[in-house]
């Protein structure tokens, strides 16, 4: 069975940091492109980020681009965001997920339960 447990969220001022993780167990996960998903209060999901299944290709949604930084380690199983200059429009519930995502489309896998980030002074 899918695991994909989210950690790291929390209450953050504006230009604050955070870095989110997301543990994963029940599959193969360094065979798996992974993404990074939020999803704001009546808002529809937003793609944020992705990761191919090596590390060698990430991509971003252009409103993060040049402040969050998405990486993995396979040997931990572990997905991460590192998230820099939060601005107050980043509040959101973040999940991680199987496969990749695009600004178009948004990953058709398996999605954690999320970690919630709110920006705010």
């Known amino acids: 069975e899918v695991q994909l447990v989210e950690s790291g969220g929390g209450l953050v001022q504006p230009g604050g940091s955070l870095r989110l993780s997301c543990a994963a167990s029940g599959f193969t996960f360094r065979g798996y492109d992974m993404s990074w998903v939020r999803q704001a209060p009546g808002k529809e999901p937003e793609w944020v980020s992705s990761i191919l299944s090596d590390g060698s290709i990430t991509q971003y949604t252009d409103s993060v681009k040049g402040r969050f930084t998405v990486s993995r380690d396979n040997a931990k199983n572990t997905l991460y965001l590192q998230m820099s200059n939060l601005k107050p429009e980043d509040t959101a519930l973040y999940h991680c997920?199987?496969?990749?995502?695009?600004?178009?489309?948004?990953?058709?896998?398996?999605w954690g339960q999320g970690t919630q980030v709110t920006v705010s002074s």
């Open positions: 997920a199987t496969g990749l995502g695009s600004d178009y489309t948004i990953p058709a896998g398996s």
